[in-house]
């Protein structure tokens, strides 16, 4: 399989893992390796440590301690509030990331 064609299936693989999570909006990405979904729509909400979410780097510093997945805040590179998802990792563990942040994204408060 092409590198080309091993990206698309795991940006396709990641959207149908992420879609239906609460609170989690994408747009397909026509290219490179990132994914940008929204979490416009969990801003104000508790995380299990008890801290409300304010912003996408709230978020992203959240998940990483609650579920040890690690993202960067979208507003970084001017796509806030969102999270930038890399899928050019093994199928094994875009699968194991996106089953921990579905697990967050629904523990919030």
Do not use: H, W
Not at 30 to 42: Q, R, T, V
Not at 59 to 81: H, I, K, M, T
């Amino acid at each position: 399989m092409k590198n080309k064609n091993i990206f698309e299936y795991r940006r396709d693989f990641c959207v149908s893992q992420l879609n239906g999570v609460p609170g989690i909006r994408y747009r397909i990405p026509d290219g490179a390796f990132y994914l940008y979904p929204s979490c416009k729509d969990l801003i104000g909400k508790k995380a299990p440590s008890g801290n409300i979410i304010k912003t996408d780097l709230d978020f992203a510093n959240e998940l990483l301690e609650a579920e040890r997945v690690a993202v960067v805040q979208g507003s970084a590179f001017g796509y806030g509030p969102s999270i930038r998802i890399s899928y050019a990792v093994s199928n094994a563990i875009l699968e194991e990331a996106c089953t921990r942040i579905k697990r967050f994204c629904c523990s919030l408060k």
